[in-house]
Every structure is written in structure tokens, then in C-alpha cells.
């Protein structure tokens, strides 16, 4: 595609249950990014992966949130046991290497009730 | 923490003035970046500098970066009702991951 994939848009369930959240980066992009960002704020690091290297998790906020990365380009964001303050827009974005400019995608709202 | 910190947190300024937000880090960087993000969700990229750049333009935006008070600043001149949007600035801080500040809100008043 000709920009970076999120899917689903819109996501509600219920707490305590899991959710799973998919990138598609743009194809060929070594780096891989996800971000938090609840209404009105700043973005909040999650994880960061970069080629075949050991991603950095140093941002995901509990054990219940872990991410992988398939053959270097689809990324897959879970959460596990959802809880209310987990509600925000879960952000996607790649470059082509480290130190360049970002593409991002629409993102995914996630509401737990 | 984050990174960089922008300054003011919320901006409102008529048409056609210039409009001025500003981004302090804290720590060594590679590079620093600026991206717009309009109602939704999406953050769309404006400018890259680089540690050995000092001024960038592009079209009616400019970016300065001073690494000795680790800051940099995003004017926008000649502003337009389309420019309203949320501005984040954003730095490697040295550890290859992109870290975000909490953005300035700026709102373009016809």
C-alpha cells in the first residue's frame, strides 16, 4: 500500500478481555514504531523495532501490552486483560531507517468499558 | 519523561500573523523533527533537522536549532485558518528510539 496500515480503526470491548492491534508499514521501512495518545495529550512512546534487531520496550507501561513484528513488516500490538485507563488511540509508524522522518497511520481508538 | 517539551502549550493568533512554538530536550540528539497533527489521529511530518543544522525552510515554515541551549523553534509565517492543528516536536535523544513532547495547540482565528 502506499501508506502505513492500521486496523481495526475503532475498537470497543470489554475489561478484561484482550485486544489485538495490527500495522502494516509501508513496505521496504526498516523501523517500526508504536505510540499511545490519550485525548489531548502528547504521544507516549511504546516500543520501537529497528530491522533485525532486539525491539526496545522500554515504554510499554505493563506486562499485559506486548508487540511483535513478523518477517520485518507487519506489527501486531497486544493487550492483554484490558482496563479502563488503556482507552486511547493507539498509534502506528515506520521510516525507511533509523534517523528519518516518520509516516504514520490513522491509528486505532481503543475504548474499554 | 519526555524528551522534548514545547512551548506554549496552547497558541491563538489571528490570520495572517506568524505564529512561533518553541521545543526544549534534554539530552544529545541526531536529529529533531516537527509534525502537525489536525483533528483525528494521524501526525503528518514538517521538518527534519539534523545536530549540525543550525535553520531550515520549508515553504512558509522555519526551523532553528541551537544544540548549546538544546531548543529549537517552529515559525510559521503568513498564518492560514488550515494551519490549526496540534505541533509536536520530537527527538532521538541519542537512543535511536523517537520520543514526542506534549505539542503546542495552535488555533488560527479568521
Known amino acids: 500500500g502506499a501508506g502505513v496500515s492500521q486496523s481495526p480503526s475503532n475498537k470497543v470491548t470489554e475489561k478484561g478481555k484482550d485486544v489485538e492491534l495490527r500495522c502494516d508499514p509501508i513496505s521496504g521501512h526498516t523501523a517500526l514504531y508504536w505510540y499511545r495518545q490519550s485525548l489531548g495529550q502528547g504521544l507516549e512512546f511504546l516500543i520501537y523495532f529497528q530491522g533485525n534487531s532486539a525491539p526496545d520496550k522500554s515504554g510499554l507501561p505493563s506486562d499485559r501490552f506486548s508487540a511483535e513484528r513478523t518477517g520485518g513488516s507487519v506489527s501486531t500490538l497486544t493487550i492483554q486483560r484490558t482496563q479502563q485507563e488503556d482507552s486511547a488511540v493507539y498509534l502506528c509508524?515506520?521510516?525507511?531507517?533509523?534517523?528519518?522522518?516518520?509516516?504514520f497511520g490513522s491509528g486505532t481508538q481503543l475504548s474499554v468499558l | 519523561s519526555q524528551q522534548g517539551e514545547e512551548d506554549p502549550q496552547a497558541l491563538s493568533i489571528q490570520e495572517g500573523e506568524n505564529a512561533t512554538m518553541n521545543c526544549s530536550y534534554k539530552t544529545s540528539i541526531n536529529n529533531l523533527q516537527w509534525y502537525r497533527q489536525n483533528s483525528g489521529r494521524g501526525l503528518v511530518h514538517l521538518i527534519l533537522i539534523r545536530s549540525n543544522e543550525r535553520e531550515k525552510h520549508s515553504g512558509r515554515l522555519r526551523v532553528t536549532l541551537d544544540t548549546s541551549k538544546k531548543s529549537s523553534s517552529l515559525l510559521i509565517t503568513a498564518s492560514r485558518a488550515a494551519d490549526t492543528a496540534s505541533y509536536f516536536c520530537a527527538t532521538d535523544g541519542g537512543a535511536q528510539k523517537l520520543v514526542f513532547g506534549q505539542g503546542t495547540r495552535l488555533t488560527i482565528n479568521p
Open positions: 509508524a515506520s521510516s525507511l531507517k533509523r534517523d528519518e522522518k516518520l509516516f
